[in-house]
């Protein structure tokens, strides 16, 4: 487990990534080609233009996902991406061949995320192939009636008794209430909208405790100005 719980944002909006970097608490950032397809990204040389662009926005790690789902084809395509830029993290789904392939690119150097991972076994097999970290999706398994946030329960279970280094990235996640269960339960990345992190900073009695702060400051500055 990691000592610092860390804030990925996960989205492909330069104009999102830019916002959350500017709160001064992002660590990264998780792409995904439903995600770059919102932005309209397309094409070989537009995608990897903006994964570059990604990357001299945030100082912290950037999941580009691989499209291809054959050993060979992610293998290329995970070479091509990681190349790009040393804080590009390749993004493989949790399939055979994607197995073998974050087994292939541990032994390369070359960090992995291994996506779509919804059961505590499909997290035990990435661990084995080395991944440097583990998606489970918790707020697609909610969508099912099924306990997302207990997955990260069990994979932190299972990590923490044979000390696998592979770090859990809570992803799906859809409001902050998620954020602050995978904080207690040891998650080591939450990967977020930006809506779910800017709502951590709401609560309405800080609202209503600074306006009064603020009155009473003006009310005592009043008082003064009328003794001069
Ligand atoms: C991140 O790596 C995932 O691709 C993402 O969190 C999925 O979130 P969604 O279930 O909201 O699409």
New binding site residues.
Partial sequence: MTYNMKFFI?TASLAQIREAHELGVLDGV???P??MAKEGISGEQRVQQHYIDICNTVDGDV?A?VISTDFTGIVTEGERLAALHPNIVV?VPMIKEGVKAIKYFTGKGIKT?C?LVFGAGQALLAAKAGATYV?P?I??LDDISQDGVQLIAQIRRIYDNYGMSTQI?A????HPLHIVQCAELGADVA?C?LSAITALFNHPLTDSGLEKFLADHKKAQAATEKVK
């Fill in positions: 996960d998780t792409t995904n439903s995600l999941s996902e993004k995320n996506t998606s999706f707020g697609r990235l992803a799906s996640i859809r990967t909208p």
